[in-house]
């Protein structure tokens, strides 16, 4: 029988304190260090679905919708939304945590991972178990995201 694992199982949070180092010359958080902590979050979680080695292939609709500013806590979730055959779609949340719990989005944007075997070819990664009418929906929309990206890869834009 085919692998199969559920979204909770490698659901991921990482949570990061904005320091004096991690800042641009406007003061805010700089977008390339915000990146490379979504980049890391969406590989730990195609890790955790896969347990293979996975890769990058390509990110969607990142934006950046607010600043963080120093001493802002910074938490970062990620999610599987999506499986094809070797590829599966990550989508990747970062919130600033206020003192009071809330959490304000600063920057959604969905990753594409693909697992790969020893020879570092693609290879296959378990199905995805969708438990939740919210789990449902982001799979179709995962599913309209995927048309999309093979539209871009064939067409080359
Ligand atoms: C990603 C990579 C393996 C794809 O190679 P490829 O020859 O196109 O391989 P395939 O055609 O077999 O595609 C493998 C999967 O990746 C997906 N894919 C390939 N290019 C993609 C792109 N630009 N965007 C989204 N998905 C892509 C395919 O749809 C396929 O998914 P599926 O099996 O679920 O249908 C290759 O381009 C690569 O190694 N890129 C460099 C990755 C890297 O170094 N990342 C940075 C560091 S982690």
Redesign the pocket.
């Known amino acids: 029988m085919a692998e199969s694992r559920k979204v909770s199982e490698s659901l991921t949070e990482t949570v990061h304190m904005v320091r004096p180092n991690h800042l641009n010359a406007a003061g805010r958080l700089f977008g390339g260090i915000l990146m490379q902590w979504m980049d890391e979050i969406a ?1 730990l979680v195609a890790k955790r679905h896969t347990r293979k080695n996975v ?4 990110v969607d609709n990142l934006r950046f919708l607010r600043g963080a500013y120093q001493r802002d806590v910074v938490v970062i979730t990620g999610k599987v939304t999506y ?5 599966m779609e990550v989508k990747v949340d970062s919130c600033v945590e206020h003192l009071n719990g809330e959490r304000t989005l600063i920057n959604r944007a969905y990753f ?1 991972m ?1 697992a ?1 075997d020893e020879n570092d070819h ?1 290879t296959p ?1 378990p199905k995805l178990i969708l438990e939740t009418e919210e789990e449902e929906q982001e799979w179709e929309s995962g599913a309209k995201r995927r048309v999309m ?2 539209m871009r ?1 064939e067409e080359g834009f």
């Open positions: 590989g890769i990058t292939a390509s499986v094809g055959n070797t590829s594409t693909v790969l693609p990664v990206r093979k890869k």
